[in-house]
């Protein structure tokens, strides 16, 4: 079955076109998936869906085919399986991207999909209406971190990094080192707590040391850590199948219970 969808991220052209190429940065926003591995064309990963009371994860690969940055379209190839045999699913993904303005790119993906199992049973309407909601949840998890996650978050632990802490803050640091001695965070601000009794000079030599050193394990991960966490999650897919069905078919299922009604109450009085 093909699949279309259109929608707008508030980047550049050239910004969403990164983005876009750099799978390790928005596999996070995809609903129940989890990245595993990605060296630049390649890549593996996991989906985990739950449909009623059956839980599936599917397990699979795929690969950039084309890649046309000066025309920013880009086409993907994916396939998987579910570990407990299941059904499988493979897709071709064309992606098309448009500048609309210095600020706003417009984004087509078509998408042709096979599948075989549990979700084969549900026709091209219903996929066509599900899909449009899990791409509402990732637009808006992208426009987060595109908009401001991704560019904010190292300027502001950089400039943090160059100013001296306060002997309130250093304080706080030594506290927070009882906690777990073992740790280099915590190791540098007890030295930087210790030597708070020292002569002023040294003192601020130590303390500028050890405030260099601390914001570095929040400088390596600006954004949050992505693929974990979508590896737990589990898209329920069902849930949001049934609201699709019931708006689709609720005048057809409602007109069904009157007429069974009607035909109970003329049985009854013969």
Same mark, same amino acid.
């Given at each position: 079955?093909? !699949?279309?969808?259109?929608f707008t991220v508030?980047?550049?052209?050239?910004?969403?076109?990164?983005?876009? @190429?750099?799978?390790?940065?928005?596999?996070?926003?995809?609903?129940?998936?989890?990245?595993?591995?990605?060296?630049?064309?390649?890549f593996e990963g996991?989906?985990?869906?739950? !449909?009623?009371?059956?839980?599936?994860?599917?397990?699979?690969?795929?690969?950039?085919?084309?890649?046309?940055?000066?025309? $920013?379209?880009?086409?993907?190839?994916?396939?998987?399986?579910?570990?407990?045999? @299941?059904?499988?699913?493979?897709?071709?993904?064309?992606?098309?991207?448009? /500048?609309?303005?210095? @600020?706003?790119?417009?984004?087509?993906?078509?998408?042709?999909?096979?599948?075989?199992?549990?979700?084969?049973?549900?026709?091209?309407?219903?996929?066509?209406?599900?899909?449009?909601?899990?791409?509402?949840?990732?637009?808006?998890?992208?426009?987060?971190?595109?908009?401001?996650?991704?560019?904010?978050?190292?300027?502001?632990?950089?400039?943090?990094?160059?100013?001296?802490?306060?002997?309130?803050?250093?304080?706080?640091?030594?506290?927070?080192?009882?906690?777990?001695?073992?740790?280099?965070?915590?190791?540098?601000?007890?030295?930087?707590?210790?030597?708070?009794?020292?002569?002023?000079?040294?003192?601020?030599?130590?303390?500028?040391?050890?405030?260099?050193?601390?914001?570095?394990?929040?400088?390596?991960?600006?954004?949050?850590?992505?693929?974990?966490?979508?590896?737990?999650?589990? !898209?329920?897919?069902?849930?949001?199948?049934?609201?699709v069905l019931l708006?689709?078919? /609720?005048?057809?299922?409602?007109?069904?219970?009157?007429?069974?009604?009607?035909?109970? $109450?003329? !049985?009854?009085?013969?």
């Amino acid at each position: 079955m093909e !699949l279309s969808h259109r929608f707008t991220v508030p980047v550049s052209v050239d910004a969403a076109w990164a983005a876009f @190429n750099d799978l390790e940065q928005i596999a996070p926003c995809f609903p129940g998936a989890a990245l595993t591995s990605f060296d630049g064309e390649r890549f593996e990963g996991l989906c985990k869906v739950k !449909l009623g009371p059956i839980s599936l994860q599917y397990t699979g690969t795929g690969r950039f085919v084309e890649r046309d940055e000066k025309g $920013k379209r880009a086409v993907i190839e994916a396939k998987g399986k579910d570990k407990r045999g @299941n059904g499988t699913a493979a897709a071709a993904v064309t992606a098309q991207l448009t /500048a609309m303005g210095d @600020n706003a790119t417009d984004v087509e993906v078509k998408t042709d999909l096979t599948i075989t199992g549990r979700p084969a049973q549900f026709g091209r309407g219903v996929m066509q209406e599900v899909s449009d909601k899990l791409l509402a949840q990732f637009t808006a998890c992208l426009e987060t971190r595109l908009g401001s996650g991704g560019a904010d978050e190292p300027a502001t632990v950089s400039s943090t990094a160059s100013t001296p802490p306060s002997a309130a803050e250093v304080a706080a640091a030594s506290a927070d080192a009882e906690v777990d001695r073992d740790t280099p965070i915590a190791a540098e601000a007890a030295r930087a707590a210790r030597s708070s009794s020292q002569p002023a000079e040294p003192t601020t030599a130590k303390t500028g040391s050890a405030t260099s050193a601390r914001p570095q394990p929040a400088a390596a991960t600006p954004w949050p850590a992505g693929p974990p966490r979508a590896a737990e999650s589990e !898209l329920d897919l069902g849930a949001t199948v049934v609201g699709v069905l019931l708006r689709r078919y /609720a005048a057809q299922a409602a007109g069904a219970v009157v007429a069974l009604w009607v035909l109970k $109450k003329m !049985l009854s009085r013969r």
